[in-house]
């Protein structure tokens, strides 16, 4: 039987089912308040029985920055990182959004070649950052 994935905007209710994906994909879980900021741009990867991937974007008035891609690992090679960054794309350029950018960790060679596969170039800068609460 073929399943229709919908990419869908992510809806308080998907938390558990988000975080679980995250945790199965080894990545870390986003606090509920992070992902109902600026909900249109959180998606998730929706088969109608369970999430298969979800993905965050931010936008700050001059670019995007998409963060905390996964999917699933029994759900990986089938288009669904795609489908999700595409219908993210769509909605960054809908709210004017002309540049994106993400960071992807210097061992993820994985993460790496899907991200160039979709056109994200590596770029020089080099990012600075400074934590501003001791928890961060
Ligand atoms: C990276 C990740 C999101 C890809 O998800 P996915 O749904 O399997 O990706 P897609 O099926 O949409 O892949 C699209 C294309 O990207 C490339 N690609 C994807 N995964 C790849 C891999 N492991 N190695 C090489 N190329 C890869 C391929 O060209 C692929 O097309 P193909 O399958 O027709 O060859 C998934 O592996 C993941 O969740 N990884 C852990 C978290 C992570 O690394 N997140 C992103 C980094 S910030």
């Given at each position: 039987?073929?399943?229709?994935?919908?990419?869908?905007?992510?809806?308080?209710?998907?938390?558990?089912?988000?975080?679980?994906?995250?945790?199965?994909?080894?990545?870390e879980?986003?606090p509920?308040?992070e992902?109902?900021?600026?909900?249109?741009?959180?998606?998730?990867?929706?088969?109608?029985?369970?999430?298969?991937?979800?993905?965050?974007?931010t936008?700050d008035?001059?670019r995007?920055m998409?963060l905390?891609?996964?999917?699933?690992?029994?759900?990986?090679?089938?288009?669904?990182?795609?489908?999700?960054?595409?219908?993210?794309?769509?909605?960054?350029?809908?709210?004017?959004?002309?540049?994106?950018n993400l960071l992807?960790m210097?061992?993820?060679?994985?993460?790496?070649?899907?991200?160039?596969?979709?056109?994200?170039?590596?770029?020089?800068d080099v990012l600075c950052t400074k934590p501003l609460s001791p928890s961060q």
């Open positions: 039987m073929t399943t229709m994935m919908s990419y869908r905007e992510f809806t308080v209710k998907d938390y558990d089912a988000a975080c679980a994906v995250w945790t199965a994909a080894g990545r879980i986003v509920l308040a992902l109902t900021y600026r909900p249109s741009l959180v998606l998730v990867a929706d088969d109608g029985d369970s999430l298969a991937g979800v993905v965050m974007g936008f008035g001059r995007g998409i905390r891609l996964a999917v699933h690992p029994a759900r990986r090679r089938q288009g669904i990182a795609r489908g999700l960054v595409g219908e993210l794309e769509t909605r960054f350029r809908a709210i004017g959004c002309p540049r994106v992807v210097p061992d993820n060679d994985a993460g790496l070649r899907f991200w160039q596969e979709l056109g994200y170039l590596p770029a020089p």
